[in-house]
């Protein structure tokens, strides 16, 4: 039986990665910041209990990300999903308007909390037999398809989380580890909105297919969720 970890599992994407994952065999360890609040996790965990199960897990708190890490020791994590994000640019982020401090916090959870998330997980990829990590990021940290502006705060810490995962698929080559970044599309969930273009069924549907046919050759590239390059 196969295992991923998967970040931001409660809701969105990251609820979609743990159900199909979940539904096509995978042992799924799905990590969010209140499982006392997260009911359609806790359903997913209760029809499936031999594969989900939910820790709690803030990514942007270091210490929490250490202590699950040494709980989880003795596991092979086949699949990491650094899925978890945050849209701070709601009400702030134009040239006009910009929030230091909530900048500051999408740079905790966007860039630093999977860097931070690999370095505490990399033994137990290791041990897996698809030695595989994948980031959510966002075509918003395309520097080359930024044609609209607006959003510094989101887009710059996505483009610098492509640039964490373009490193790390360099300095973990030698360990046999892929390291990838996504761009998910625009999919209905509460940060993409109700006029998004695709459902998280079609968004994650289309990345497991990519994910599943990785290669070491792959590794430090920038997909959309079907296939599809993304210019840096
Ligand atoms: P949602 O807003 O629906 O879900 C975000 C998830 O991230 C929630 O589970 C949330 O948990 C979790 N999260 C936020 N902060 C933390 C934290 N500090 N610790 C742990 N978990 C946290 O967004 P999506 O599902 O749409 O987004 C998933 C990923 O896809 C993100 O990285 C996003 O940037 C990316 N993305 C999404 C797009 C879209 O169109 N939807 C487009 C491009 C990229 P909680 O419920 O506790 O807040």
Same mark, same amino acid.
């Given at each position: 039986?196969?295992?991923?970890?998967?970040?931001?599992?409660?809701?969105?994407?990251?609820?979609?990665?743990?159900?199909?994952?979940?539904?096509?065999?995978?042992?799924?360890?799905?990590?969010?910041?209140?499982?006392?609040?997260?009911?359609?996790?806790?359903?997913?965990?209760?029809?499936?209990?031999?594969?989900?199960?939910?820790?709690?897990?803030?990514?942007?708190?270091?210490?929490?990300?250490?202590?699950?890490?040494?709980?989880?020791?003795?596991?092979?994590?086949?699949?990491?999903?650094?899925?978890?994000?945050?849209?701070?640019?709601?009400?702030?982020?134009?040239?006009?308007?910009?929030?230091?401090?909530?900048?500051?916090?999408?740079?905790?959870?966007?860039t630093?909390?999977?860097?931070?998330?690999?370095?505490?997980?990399?033994?137990?990829?290791?041990? !897996?037999?698809? #030695? %595989?990590?994948?980031?959510?990021?966002?075509?918003?940290g =395309?520097?080359?398809?930024?044609? /609209? +502006?607006g959003?510094?705060?989101?887009?710059?810490?996505?483009?610098?989380?492509?640039?964490?995962?373009?490193?790390?698929?360099?300095?973990?080559?030698?360990?046999?580890?892929?390291?990838?970044?996504?761009?998910? !599309?625009?999919? #209905? %969930?509460?940060?993409?909105?109700?006029?998004?273009?695709? =459902?998280?069924?079609?968004?994650? /549907? +289309?990345?497991?297919?990519?994910?599943?046919?990785?290669?070491?050759?792959?590794?430090?590239?920038?997909?959309?969720?079907?296939?599809?390059?993304?210019?840096?």
């Amino acid at each position: 039986m196969k295992t991923t970890l998967i970040t931001g599992a409660n809701r969105g994407i990251g609820l979609e990665f743990s159900r199909q994952y979940a539904e096509d065999g995978w042992r799924v360890l799905a990590c969010c910041r209140t499982p006392e609040k997260a009911d359609a996790l806790n359903m997913l965990a209760t029809k499936y209990p031999d594969r989900v199960s939910v820790y709690m897990l803030d990514v942007a708190d270091h210490d929490q990300i250490d202590e699950l890490a040494r709980s989880l020791s003795g596991e092979s994590i086949d699949l990491l999903i650094n899925n978890a994000g945050v849209y701070t640019d709601s009400h702030a982020g134009t040239f006009t308007n910009i929030d230091y401090e909530a900048w500051v916090r999408a740079f905790l959870v966007n860039t630093m909390a999977p860097l931070k998330m690999v370095q505490a997980f990399a033994s137990h990829v290791a041990r !897996g037999s698809q #030695k %595989t990590i994948v980031t959510i990021s966002s075509k918003m940290g =395309s520097i080359s398809e930024n044609t /609209s +502006g607006g959003s510094y705060m989101y887009r710059s810490s996505k483009a610098a989380v492509n640039m964490v995962v373009k490193t790390l698929s360099i300095d973990l080559n030698p360990a046999g580890v892929i390291a990838v970044v996504f761009h998910p !599309g625009w999919v #209905k %969930t509460d940060m993409g909105g109700p006029n998004a273009l695709i =459902s998280a069924v079609q968004s994650v /549907s +289309g990345m497991r297919q990519v994910i599943s046919r990785l290669t070491m050759g792959d590794s430090g590239k920038f997909f959309a969720y079907d296939g599809q390059l993304v210019p840096w």
